[in-house]
């Protein structure tokens, strides 16, 4: 299970919201392979969030609800959006992309996120808030 982050939060600050203010991070290659493999949408609600590092693209393969996906460019700048992902399925790869932030469903329309938007991810395993990934 990825390592979470008490505290961590993923902030547009293009729009003044936080996509999610408890952060998990998947930055090792099984934590990156599994995700939110297993979790119930009981164990994945608003204001959660989970960020993988490095990663062009997701699939939803053994989930069982849909989610928000955020494709991020080193600098944290959104680069492209699949709103309501649902389960079982590949979501495209974005060679461009650094990052990839999983959200609960609908938080892309409650926050108005588009592509542009500059994202601040704080980690808080790091001590600090970083633009780029």
């Known amino acids: 299970m990825p390592e979470s982050i008490p505290g961590g939060y993923a902030l547009n600050c293009t729009r003044r919201q936080y996509l999610a203010t408890r952060l998990s991070v998947a930055d090792g290659h099984w934590s990156r392979l599994c995700g939110l493999i297993g979790r119930s949408p009981e164990n994945f609600r608003e204001g959660q969030g989970l960020w993988i590092v490095p990663c062009r693209g997701v699939h939803t393969l053994g989930m069982r609800f849909p989610i928000d996906v955020v494709y991020l ?61």
């Open 73 to 133: 460019t080193r600098e944290n700048v959104v680069l492209h959006l699949e709103p309501s992902l649902p389960p079982w399925r590949f979501a495209p790869i974005r060679l461009q992309a650094a990052s990839v932030l999983e959200l609960p469903e609908n938080t892309l329309r409650a926050t108005g996120t588009t592509i542009g938007d500059e994202l601040e991810i704080d980690t808080r395993s790091t001590g600090a808030a970083r633009r780029d990934a």
